[in-house]
């Protein structure tokens, strides 16, 4: 058998592959290594996954945001192999997701537009090159944290125009004070402005909106495609910003001089197409 997570920090999509080909979905909390300890992880493991699929597991591949680095891959590999012994584990970034998921075995360019926004140019194998997201602060353009972050500043600025400025304060009722709180005293600013998606997706129709929707796209293309061969190759996407906003990604990307590839909503199923038809 094989096991298949796709790990955020609210919850991990986990694919188990069983022997005779079929596939078995499940759900848990979040596993984040770098925060938490072996015991916790091994919780969730014994309690969530063992009742659902055993603990004859062969290969497990975890995939999420930072999953690089010796320390992290020693934690996971301590962790699934006392649940599951004999286990082997490989921890791999949500990047490389994205490229396996979209690309499969093929050379492609791959993109994540999500909470965060990242992309590369993928070999068929490996992570060839890699164009640095920054962060929502440096980067991360088109991303939902970004969206937010331009939303929020035309707010705060009193840039938004009236229907759209009073449908936002009643939805939220935050004042000036109440979003610098948010944005730079407490944790995971980067979620809080994220959680503006809804409102803007509710506003996408609107002339104001729909500029900085499309704007938003055009600079993550001419900040970060620009630099892999798109005019060899179309441009793939995962991630819930670019599935909900398809239409508008793919005007962008038409008008860029590039090719509108794959959109996945998320990459698991992806991933599992890749693991199952690996060599």
């Known amino acids: ?113 999500g909470t965060g926004s990242n992309s590369c140019f993928y070999d068929g194998e490996g992570i060839a090159e890699n164009v640095r997201a920054g962060g929502f602060i440096l980067g991360d353009e088109a991303s939902g944290a970004y969206l937010g972050k331009r939303l929020i500043s035309d707010f705060i600025k009193g840039l938004l125009p009236v229907p759209v400025e009073n449908a936002f304060k009643k939805r939220y009722g935050l004042d000036y004070m109440a979003i610098v709180q948010k944005v ?36 993550f293309l001419r900040r970060n495609i620009i630099h892999y061969d798109y005019k060899k190759y179309p441009v793939n996407f995962v991630g819930s910003i670019a599935y909900y906003y398809k239409d508008i990604l793919e005007k962008a990307v038409n008008a860029s001089g590039m090719r509108m590839g794959t959109v996945l909503q998320g990459p698991i199923d992806g991933l599992v197409d890749y693991h199952k038809n690996k060599k």
């Not at 082997?88 to 997701?97: I, P, Q, R, W």
Request: contains cysteine; hydrophobic residues 45%.
């Open 1 to 113: 058998m094989q096991l298949i997570a796709d790990s955020g920090s609210t919850k991990v999509s986990w694919r188990a592959i069983l022997d005779d080909g079929s596939v078995r979905a499940i759900e848990t909390v979040g596993i984040n290594p770098v925060f938490m300890e072996d015991a916790e992880i091994e919780s969730i493991l014994t309690e969530k996954l063992v009742p659902e699929i055993g603990t004859k597991v062969d290969a497990i591949f975890f995939y999420g945001a930072g999953m690089v680095g010796g320390e992290i891959s020693a934690k996971l590999e301590r962790c699934f192999g006392k649940v599951f012994p004999g286990s082997t584990c490989e921890a791999a970034s949500d990047v490389l997701a994205a490229a396996r998921a979209l690309c499969g075995h093929k050379p492609g360019i791959a993109c994540i537009l």
């Open 184 to 219: 730079y005293r407490e944790p995971m600013p980067s979620r809080f402005l994220a959680s503006f998606s809804p409102f803007i997706a509710e506003f996408r129709n609107h002339p104001h909106i729909a500029n900085l929707l499309k704007s938003s796209f055009e600079e």
